[in-house]
């Protein structure tokens, strides 16, 4: 039943108007979360955690599988907001244009809330990396190995 409707109020793009505002979300937030996070690793183990990652117990390389976690989602949060923005009143909205809500919201209206979707990205960040890590250590699934400088740099240094 709705289909039809929406086909005959808005025509075809009525199914794909979000789909640019969605990738503008969704791209920069994914890529985000995984360099991030990966650099972020890197960063607490090199200046957070006292002792190398192999020295560490599983149950501490998880809290920084967590807290590594935390702080990608804040940047993924960060990155996304505008976007989400514009997607969710966009859902709300029939016939309206991303570049419309995006003129009407404004460069402080495609801020607004983004505290609110720090604490529940960051959270939500954090839980899919610490689960992904869990499986892999109860299942004693291979964990990448920390980076390390590549030889030909270190001999550079």
């Known amino acids: 039943e709705a289909a039809p409707k929406m086909y005959a109020e808005e025509g075809i793009w009525a199914f794909y108007k979000?789909?640019?505002p969605l990738w503008m979300?969704?791209?920069p937030y994914t890529m985000m979360k995984f360099a991030c996070f990966e650099r972020t690793v890197e960063a607490l183990y090199k200046y957070v955690v006292p002792k190398p990652r192999n020295e560490c117990s599983k149950g501490e390389q998880l809290v920084v599988t967590f807290v590594a976690g935390y702080i990608a989602g804040v940047f993924c949060a960060i990155v996304s907001h505008p976007a989400d923005s514009v997607v969710s009143v966009l859902n709300k909205e029939k016939g309206s244009t991303a570049l419309?809500?995006?003129k009407r919201l404004g460069p402080k209206g495609v801020w607004k809330g983004l505290t609110a979707r720090i604490i529940m990205i960051g959270t939500l960040t954090a839980l899919q990396w610490f689960i992904y890590d869990s499986v892999k250590v109860y299942f004693r699934l291979p964990r990448p190995p920390p980076p390390e400088?590549?030889?030909?740099?270190k001999k550079k240094l």
């Open 18 to 20: 979000g789909v640019a």
């Open 25 to 27: 979300r969704q791209i």
């Open 100 to 102: 419309e809500v995006l």
């Open 149 to 153: 400088m590549p030889e030909s740099l």
